[in-house]
């Protein structure tokens, strides 16, 4: 177990906190969705009744070591304060330069500082201003940046999968680091969804590509009880079973892989679960996400897909099988669209798997979603309130389910 915020001493000290600010921003610089920001006010909140001074590390886009002004955080101050109901200041133009040394210099209890784009700087990704990989360069950026506070707490999630000089290497340079309430609720929902499930225990994966998730799914094919696909990963396991998948989007040089994993399963007695019925459509415009005029849709009698025809959605006898499973669920992991959910008239699978998914937990499942669609599809289905955990961090939580170690989380020390 590693340290949270309650295990390390804070009070009156100043305390660098890493936060994922990276937040959506409209042509005119303005936030256009702050969940990000409110969710770190829970660990800036204790920081504060702890009188700590709080500075903050973030990084907004990607601006590869370079100086990009449309990607500053100079919109986050205002939002945070709003949302904390104190002034919060800004290091603008350099995280480490001397104005922001100063700055954090003369921070006192119950004050809060937001330091520059921290990608501003190379180094953050281990590079040097070469762009070559250099550890050294890193490491020293972590120190200067070490050297502005007392303690670190780690509150980014979706930065813990990277191994960058605010995530993995300044925990070294400081007297004591922890994890912050948000990350100790990913760790804690993630980590029990994997190493102690309440069983039965399902997991849904979805989305464009079994490449992506090849490693996920063999990490969980350890676990589960079951595995549901959908999505056009979906079509590459039909295809390596013979099943004629039309035009559909398919890994060809991932066939016998996916039957490699379908045989797995059989081993382990995991029930696989692909789609038995299909929505179908003969064309599709995928660049504006748009059904075309004259397309034709149809909802497919079983798992073939008739020639010319491509499967955008899983079908309704598919929902109701997967339902079925759910329904009996304790422990619930899904990643990723069961279609092409962008367009509404292909939303039905995964909206309803969302639906499905809030009703188990109702009924006493733990639910854990995570990835960027499958996020925006239980909010789209209204069921957000209802799943147990809405994971922050789509790239981390993608890695934590592979079993793999996120660096920004080895880094920290454990518990006593
Ligand atoms: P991923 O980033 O791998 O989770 O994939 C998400 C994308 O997969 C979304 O943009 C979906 O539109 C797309 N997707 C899901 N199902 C299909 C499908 N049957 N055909 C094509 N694209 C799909």
């Known amino acids: 177990m590693k340290k949270t915020v309650k295990d390390i001493d804070v009070k009156d000290k100043k305390v660098l906190v890493r936060a994922d600010y990276n937040v959506p921003l409209d042509a005119d610089g303005n936030i256009t969705n702050d969940k990000r920001i409110t969710a770190t006010i829970p660990t800036l909140e204790y920081l504060l009744e702890q009188n700590a001074a709080i500075i903050l590390m973030a990084h907004l886009g990607r601006p590869k070591g370079k100086v990009v002004p449309s990607m500053s955080l100079k919109a986050v101050p205002q939002r945070l304060s709003e949302l904390l109901d104190k002034p919060v200041q800004f290091a603008e133009s350099d995280c480490i330069g001397a104005k922001a040394k100063k700055a954090a210099a003369d921070l006192k209890g119950g004050e809060i500082l937001l330091l520059e784009n921290l990608r501003f700087h190379p180094e953050e990704e281990g590079k040097n201003a070469n762009g070559e990989k250099d550890k050294a360069a890193m490491d020293a950026f972590a120190k200067e940046l070490a050297s502005m506070g007392d303690v670190f707490v780690q509150d980014a999630f979706g930065t813990v999968h990277r191994a960058h000089a605010s995530t ?80 559909s989007l398919v890994e060809d040089d991932k066939l016998d892989l996916a039957d490699e994993i379908l045989k797995k399963a059989k081993e382990r007695k995991v029930d696989f679960l692909l789609p038995i019925d299909h929505i179908a459509v003969d064309k599709v415009d995928f660049a504006n996400k748009q059904i075309p005029q004259g397309a034709i849709v149809q909802t497919t009698i079983d798992d073939v897909i008739p020639e010319g025809f491509m499967g955008v959605d899983v079908g309704p006898k598919s929902i109701e099988k997967f339902a079925e499973v759910l329904k009996n669920a304790k422990t619930i992991v899904w990643n990723g669209p069961l279609g092409i959910f962008e367009i509404d008239q292909f939303s039905k699978g995964t909206i309803e798997i969302a639906k499905i998914i809030a009703e188990s937990t109702e009924n006493g499942a733990i639910s854990v979603v995570g990835g960027g669609d499958s996020v925006s599809a239980v909010k789209k289905a209204g069921v957000d309130k209802e799943i147990s955990h809405i994971s922050t961090g789509g790239g981390a939580s993608l890695e934590f389910l592979e079993g793999k170690e996120l660096p920004g989380i080895a880094a920290l020390p454990n518990k006593k």
């Open 168 to 247: 993995a290497g300044i925990v070294k340079y400081v007297k004591d680091a922890a994890a912050g309430f948000l990350v100790e609720k990913e760790l804690k929902f993630l980590g029990e969804a994997l190493d102690k499930p309440v069983k039965p225990f399902v997991a849904i994966l979805g989305g464009a590509k079994v490449s992506d998730k090849i490693n996920v799914i063999e990490n969980l094919l350890t676990k589960v009880d079951a595995i549901i696909i959908g999505g056009a990963m979906a079509y590459t396991f039909l295809k390596s079973q013979e099943v004629p998948i039309g035009t």
